[in-house]
Each structure stands twice: as C-alpha cells, then as structure tokens.
C-alpha cells in the first residue's frame, strides 16, 4: 500500500493522507474535502507515492517524490482539473463554492442583538414581573412593557460560600416576593453550581426553595472521601476516555468538572446547559448567564482575555458578536460553518470550566504529592489548608501545569490515557476559526466596547485563530459576573450586586467599576472612603443619574453586621441565641475559606441565614431601587 498526501494550509482539514490500494482506486462517491478560505491565496501540496527507479550503468535504485504544487483559486470554479497522472492513477481536484454568501447561511450567529429566543423569553418574562411589581409596591394601574425595569443579580465567585450564600439570598428575594421581578441571574465559578442545580427544575422560582436548599445542604455537608476511591477512579477513567473518543480534548478541567459532579450530586448528572430551556419557556424563571473568559497561550489574563457568556439558548464571544447554539459549544466550525458536530457536553465539565479557578488548588497537590495515596489524603481533607486564603492568581493560568512526573501507583494508572493534557485551562474547538474582520472593524462601536486586549489593534495577530479556545474561571481576571449584562441591548436598569468573596469585596468592585470606565461602559462611581471599606455595612445604593444607560447598583457585601444581634429584621437575639450570630467569615480558621469542601451542618445553616437575612433586613434599599427605576422608565416611556 502506497500514501498519497495532500495539504492546503490553513483550511479545516489541514492535511489528508489517502491510503492507495493495489488498485490505485479511491472511490469519487467519496472524494477528499477542504475548506479553505479564498482570500487566503490556498494552495494545495501534494506528494505523490515514492517511485523507486532503476539504473542499470551503476546497479543501483534511487527514489524520487513528486509534489505538484496548485493554486487553488487559479482552478475554475466546477471543472474537474488534472493535476498528477500516474500509472495506477489520475489524480482530479475540482473547486466549488461554499453557499455562505450571507449570515443566514451560516451555522452562526454574527450580530450584537439578542437572538430571537432570548427576546421571545423577554416578552414573556415582563409580565411576571409586571405583576410582582404592582403587588409589591400596591400599584394602581398596570405597567406597560416600557415601564417595566429590567432587574439582574450579578455575583462574586467563591465555592462553597457563595453557593450556600446565594441560596439564601434567593430565598430573602423570595419572602419578598421580589424575585420574580428579576429579568436575568448571572454567575462565574461557585454560583453556577447553585444555578445549575436550581434550573434542572423548570418552575424552580415559582415554589418554595426548601427543597432546593435541603439537598443543596446534603451535598455540601456529606463526607467527601469517596471522592478517590478506586469505584470512582475507574469511573472518571471511563467518562474522560469516552469524551476523548468523542472528539474532545480533554484536561485536567474535564477531571475537575467530575469530581464537581461528585460534589454536588449522588450519582452521574445527565443535565445539559440547553436542557435548562424548559425553564424558560413561559418566562417562569429569570434568564441564566454563566459567565467565562478565554484566554491564548503566550499571553497573561491582564493582556489577552475575552468575555464569553453562557446562556441555555447560545455561547457568543462578547466583543465579536459571534454565537453558535448552546448545543453545538464543543462541535468544529470553520468560517462560520458546523462541519463536525460533537455531542453536547454534561454540565459538569462546564461547571469544571467555570470554577476553574479551585482546579489550581488540585493540580498543586497532585504536583506536591509523592503517590496517588498522599494525593488522596491531601485532597480528601474537609479542609484545605495547604492554600493561602487569598491566594495570588497565577496571570498565565495556561502555562499552570502539574509536575511532568507522574507519581506511581492506582491514582495515576487509573487516569493513563484518559487526559490529553493537563492545561489548567479548559480546552474547546474554536468556533471562530476561519472567521475574519471586517476592514472597518475598529470604528465599530460594540466591538470597541470590549477592545481591551494587546492584539486589538493588530488584525492579523488577532484573527491568528488557535484551534482551541482557551477558556478559563473569569475570577481569573475580575470576580463578577456583570459583564455579559452590561450589554447595551439587554438595557439593565438595576443590579443587585451579591458579593460572596472571601477576600476584599471592595476590591473586586472597585477593579469592575475601573475597567468599566476604562471601557467607557456605563456604571456609577463606587464612592467608599477608606474607612468605610474597612467597616463595610450590608448594603449600598450607587447610582449615576446624569450618565445616560448607567444602571442602578445595589451592593450587597456578605458581612456578618446586625445578624449578630438580631435573628431576624426587627428581633433580638436572646441570649441562649447570640452564638448563632457568631459567624467567622475572614480569618484563616474560618470554615468558610475559599477551598473548603465540606461544611457542617451548623455552619451551612449559619451562612445561609445569614445571607437570606442581610437581603431581608435591606428591603426597603432595594425597593427604592426598583422605585427610581420605574420612575425613570415612566419618564422615557415609548
């Protein structure tokens, strides 16, 4: 058997090798494809099957290759071409048009509007909180889809502190009967733990939350020891291989995103993101964002990084306005064309994606460890201590990789083979690969809302689209999840900022209202002294009224401050109650540290109230939000 190679340079296939029989026949019902961009000036390599020849003056063969070289643009358009004939064969290339000659041919979405499903929810959405308004504030008439605000909860990341945490602030919401008059929910590492779960159920706002909150504080609560035992190597093994044979490039995010499964669950979760339409279909629940960024190898977080958003109808590129539908995230395209799908993943590796950022924590210990043993009794602790509570970040999270040796014993023989690397940085196919700017991009004003990396202004650097997008926690680069909300077509008109960090929550705000600025997107000015961030109460109301589309923002900080002395708004603790109040949630010895993996039982009913009455005893700040925001609306009514 004789290989025939061929090559066109950056097109979706790359390099093709055909394996001739001793017939020299390959079937024209299949011939070989490549897409290829025409601008690009393609050519095809080819190198044809060794010719041994010979010579009878010296007794001895030579080989020589032939490699025609085409021009493909040179080949007219639907003729068969001849380019190599050969003794067993001929060799034909003929070139055709790619039907793409506009968006509606293309398997993506390029636009910064909101696709259509998302506004189809809207419509619905305004009057669920249409009618949570008007009960709520005793209204005299009906709102009108122009007066109606658009609310958002936007939040911080932090494990199993602001999963629990933004439990409890759902159920204050709840008791309100304010959380039906939120529009959209968005969150980045932890609390997407918390949506995911919630949204599995398709009328979860609409009941009570207790269930939810009892099997949450279950899975936070059980024994995590399990979590290497040789049953649930094997099944890792067996989950990775299989995503692997499906196409995948799997890393040690895959692996994580598993152990998340473990975690938050008693056996395998088969819920997909796009799933999570089911509880969007009346308008019955806000609209889910999960939020990541990704990243490029050779370049820190601070240089490159680009805001990607989550939602169960699409996964879009901020800056670009390119989105693919949710259940084609993972599949190969190539200018703007699905020409391999792949199935659609689990949530859990996703949930692995987007706290990423606790994975650091994994990879340290399996590099710290001496054998799978010390592994498992390092990671397995109820508590992590190895790590600083505060940890410093790595900025190149992609170059983060575990020690090249590999300790021996049944952790790493079970895990052989399944990873195809361990990149601290979840690893999916690119789909804007192919994809290429316009000449004018750069006067476009939503791409230049998000014009924040070094390659913005280089076109050729940054359209030098990598196989792979590099996708990664955005606690990497700020701790919120506001960003994707900051889109001027979803027209926000009040956050309420839940903020469950472990370190400065200050800190992470006064970093979003700078890039903000710097971006020149619309927010209020964060105005705290020194001393007040230092005695940080439980909420704050900051508002810009003379900056037009600036959005109202209610902070709400998780601190422990009335709660130690009142159990509930308006009641005092006796004295049998004031060790409930006590609630250590800075110091190193605090349950609730940013790695922690198990609570008790005592301390997840601590936080959890906590955070559900910080909402509560802060209603009225709330309220006057979602006043000033209808009144603005009244004012600018269609």
Known sequence: EKELSLTVKGSFEGTRDITLGPNGVVSPSCPTKFHYIKYAEPTLDVMLPKKRHYHPWSCKYSTETGSPVVMLNSLPIGTRTTIAEEKRFDLNVRALRCNCSCHQDLDMRFGFDLCSEEVTFLQKRKRYVASALKNVFHLQQDLTDCEVPVVAIITTGGGLKSMTGLYGSLMGLKKLNLLDCVTYISGLSGTTWTMANLYRDAYWSQKDLDSHIGEAQKQATKCKMGCFSMDRMKYYNKQLCQRKEEGYRTSFIDLWGL??????????????????????????????????????????????????????????????????????????????????????????????????????????????????????????QDRIEEVDEDPVLPTRPHELRTRMYTPPGPLSSALRGALTDRFSVAQHHNFLKGYQLHNNYLENEHFCKWKDTVLDS????????????????????????????????????????????????????????????????????????????????????????????????????????????????????????MEEGQLDLTSHCSPYCMFAVRYTDEDYCRLLNLSEYNILNNSQMIMQALQIAMQRRSQNTC
């Not at 008693?266 to 999570?276: A, T």
């Not at 969007?280 to 806000?286: E, F, R, S, V």
């Not at 054998?371 to 397995?380: A, H, I, L, N, V």
């Not at 998780?558 to 002395?565: I, P, Y």
Request: aromatic residues 14%; negative net charge.
């Open 259 to 380: 152990m998340i499964e473990y975690l938050l669950n008693d056996g395998k979760d088969p819920h997909k993101l796009s799933d999570q339409k089911e509880a969007l279909c009346d308008g019955q629940n806000p609209l889910p964002i999960y939020v990541s960024v990704s990243v490029r190898n050779n370049y820190s977080t601070n240089d490159f990084k680009e805001w990607v958003e989550f939602t169960p109808y699409e996964v879009g590129l901020l800056k670009y306005g390119a989105f693919i539908r949710t259940e084609h995230f993972g599949s190969e395209f190539f200018m703007g064309r699905l020409l391999k799908k792949l199935p659609e993943s689990r949530i859990c590796y996703l949930q692995g994606m987007w706290s990423s950022i606790f994975s650091v924590n994994l990879l340290q210990i399996w590099g710290l460890s001496h054998s799978s043993e010390d592994f498992w009794k390092r990671w397995t």
């Open 458 to 577: 280089r076109p050729n650097q940054l359209m030098e689209n990598p196989d792979h997008l590099g996708m990664i926690d955005a606690g990497f680069f700020i701790n919120t999840s506001s960003a994707p909300l900051l889109r001027p077509q979803r027209e926000v008109d009040v956050f309420i900022y839940l903020s469950y960090t472990t370190g400065s929550h200050t800190s992470t705000l006064d970093k979003a209202y700078k890039y903000y600025s710097e971006q020149k997107i619309p927010f209020p000015k964060i105005s705290l002294t020194e001393e007040e961030k230092k005695n940080l109460k439980e909420c704050y109301l900051f508002q810009d009224p003379d900056l037009p589309g600036c959005p109202i923002v209610i902070f709400l900080p998780l601190v422990n401050d009335t709660f130690q002395e009142y159990k509930a708004p308006g009641v005092k603790r006796c004295c049998s109650e």
